[in-house]
C-alpha cells in the first residue's frame, strides 16, 4: 500500500500548498480585485473544467493518456479505461451528495449577505431558476464587479463544499502523474499539473469556494485515484519497473 501511495504523494504535497499559503498569509477573498487581466485569463482557463467544456477535456485527456500508453490487447485497454473513467465520473455525485447534506454558502453569497442584505436561508430554498434571477438583481448595478465574474455566480447557485472543479483536475493530474511519469512524459505531466493547479487556485480567487473545501477535494481527489491505482495494479494492466 505504501509503495502505491508514494506515487502521487508528492503531486498531493505540492496542490495542498495552494490553500495552505492562503491560510498561512491570511489572504482574504474581495470581488473587486478581480479586474486585472491576468485573473481573466485564468477565468477563461477555467472554462476547461466548467460545464459545457469540461466534456471535451475529460475527452482529450483520455485521448492523451491512452495516446502515449500503448497495450496489444483491446481487453486491456477497455478495463483501463473503465477504472479511470469511472473514478473520475464518481467524483461528482459524491461531490452533489456532500453539497447536500453540508450546504455549506459559497465565499460569493456570504460577501452578498453583507453588501446588499441576501437573506441566505430563503436564497436557499428557491428554486434554481430563482437563486440565478436573485442574483442577477442584487449584482446588475454593481460596476466594480466584471461581467464574466457575474455571470460565473448566476451560473453556479449551489452550495460550496466540496469543490468539483478540484476533484476533476486533481483526479486528472494524479492518474497522469501515476500512469505517464514512468515513461518519462515529463512535459504532459507538467502541463496538466500546471493546468490544475491554476484552476484549483481560481476557485479560490472568484469566491466560489473556502480554503478548507479546496483541502478536502484535493483530498478526496487523492483517495480516489489511489482506488484506482489498486485496481490498475491488482488487474497488472500498468506493468511497468517502478
Known amino acids: 500500500m505504501f509503495k502505491i501511495i508514494r506515487h502521487t504523494a508528492i503531486a498531493i504535497s505540492l496542490v495542498l500548498t495552494i490553500p495552505l499559503i492562503f491560510w498561512l498569509l491570511g489572504c482574504y477573498w474581495d470581488p473587486y480585485t478581480t479586474t486585472d ?8 482557463l477555467m472554462q476547461t473544467a466548467t460545464n459545457p467544456w469540461v466534456i471535451l477535456t475529460h475527452i482529450m485527456l483520455n485521448c492523451c493518456i491512452f495516446g502515449c500508453l500503448y497495450f496489444n490487447k483491446t481487453k486491456i485497454t477497455v478495463q483501463l479505461f473503465l477504472i479511470l473513467n469511472i473514478v473520475i465520473i464518481t467524483g461528482q455525485p459524491i461531490k452533489y451528495f456532500i453539497k447536500n447534506k453540508t450546504q455549506e454558502p459559497r ?10 442584505g441576501l437573506n441566505i436561508n430563503k436564497y436557499y430554498q428557491l428554486t434554481n431558476k ?10 446588475d448595478h454593481d460596476q466594480n464587479v466584471p461581467s464574466w465574474l457575474k455571470q460565473h455566480w448566476i451560473k453556479e447557485t ?10 476533476f483536475t486533481n483526479s486528472w493530474m494524479f492518474l497522469i502523474i501515476y500512469l505517464l511519469w514512468p515513461y518519462r512524459y515529463y512535459k504532459t505531466i507538467i502541463i496538466v499539473s500546471v493546468w490544475s493547479y491554476i484552476i484549483t487556485l481560481s476557485r479560490l480567487l472568484f469566491g466560489m469556494h473556502w480554503i478548507q473545501d479546496i483541502i478536502a477535494s484535493i483530498i478526496l481527489s487523492w483517495i480516489l485515484v489511489t482506488i484506482a491505482i489498486i485496481l490498475i495494479d491488482y488487474f497488472s494492466l500498468v506493468k511497468i519497473n517502478r
Not at 487581466?37 to 477563461?44: G, Q, Y
Not at 465565499?107 to 446588499?116: A, D, N, R, S
Not at 440565478?132 to 442584487?138: D, F, M, Q, R, V
Request: proline content about 5%; glycine content about 2%.
Open 107 to 116: 465565499p460569493y453569497i456570504i460577501w452578498l449577505k453583507h453588501k446588499y
Open 130 to 139: 430563482e437563486r440565478k434571477i436573485t442574483i442577477a438583481n442584487l449584482i
Open 37 to 44: 487581466l491576468k485573473l481573466k485569463l485564468i477565468f477563461i
Open 158 to 167: 449551489s452550495f460550496a463544499f466540496p469543490s468539483g472543479h478540484t476533484i
